[in-house]
């Protein structure tokens, strides 16, 4: 696609509920990236993939959170057992060599737990 | 020590000044510079690269500094339109992983 796509855009969720977060990177990127950004903080890597190489999982913040990505493009991001501090957007992006290493976002799905 | 450290502002000039921003990091191995801009609520977004020798586009500037670790960014004749938050990137040669620098709040006033 033309850009990164992601969906839902927004999810309001009960906590306690699983949620999936859904990322379609832009064709032909190998690098796949997912953050998380709490109003008014900066970025929280969580995960990074790369082509068919295992994933950096450094990132995720317990073990309710997982990511998988399916035949080197699209991506999901699991959240279990959701909490209310689990609430931010969670930002999706790729990039590759060939863009000159540019990282781009896309718009995000915007997460609230009640 | 953040790996990559940023002044929050807010930084609040009126329309048409020149406002300046600097970005320091604290890995000498870091080998590629980026300016993004975020507006509220919305994704980050490339603003431009920063290449060594350092580089303008309109009314940016943006110039690296590797003695010192750091890089700037440079927003001359300020816009309305120009009222974001500014993030720092930084790449480390070898790696993949994006440091992000929390950000410095512009606010430009009519």
């Known amino acids: 696609g033309a850009g990164v796509s992601q969906s839902p855009s927004n999810k309001v969720t009960e906590k306690g509920k699983d949620v999936e977060l859904r990322c379609d990177p832009i064709s032909g990127h190998t690098a796949l990236y997912w953050y998380r950004q709490s109003l008014g903080q900066g970025l929280e890597f969580l995960i990074y993939?790369?082509?068919?190489?295992?994933?950096?999982k450094s990132g995720l913040p317990s073990d309710r959170f997982s990511a998988e990505r399916t035949g080197g493009s699209v991506s999901t991001l699991t959240i279990q057992r959701t909490q209310q501090e689990d609430s931010a957007v969670y930002l999706c992006a790729s990039s590759s060599s060939s863009s000159g290493n540019t990282i781009y976002f896309g718009e995000g799905s915007w997460l609230t737990v009640v | 020590r953040k790996e990559v450290e940023q002044d929050p502002g807010p930084f609040n000039v009126p329309e048409g000044a020149t406002v300046a921003f600097n970005c320091t990091y604290s890995?000498?191995?870091?080998?590629?510079f980026f300016w993004y801009r975020q507006d509220c609520r919305k994704e980050p977004k490339l603003l431009m690269s920063?290449?060594?020798s350092g580089n303008e586009d309109g009314r940016f500037t943006a110039q690296l500094n590797r003695a010192s670790q750091y890089i700037s960014l440079l927003i001359r004749d300020s816009k309305l339109s120009d009222s974001a938050t500014y993030l720092c990137v930084v790449l480390t040669s070898g790696t993949y992983k994006y440091i992000f620098g929390t950000g410095t709040r512009l606010k430009v006033l009519a």
């Open positions: 993939f790369q082509g068919n190489s295992a994933p950096d």
């Open positions: 920063v290449y060594s």
């Open positions: 890995n000498s191995a870091s080998q590629s």
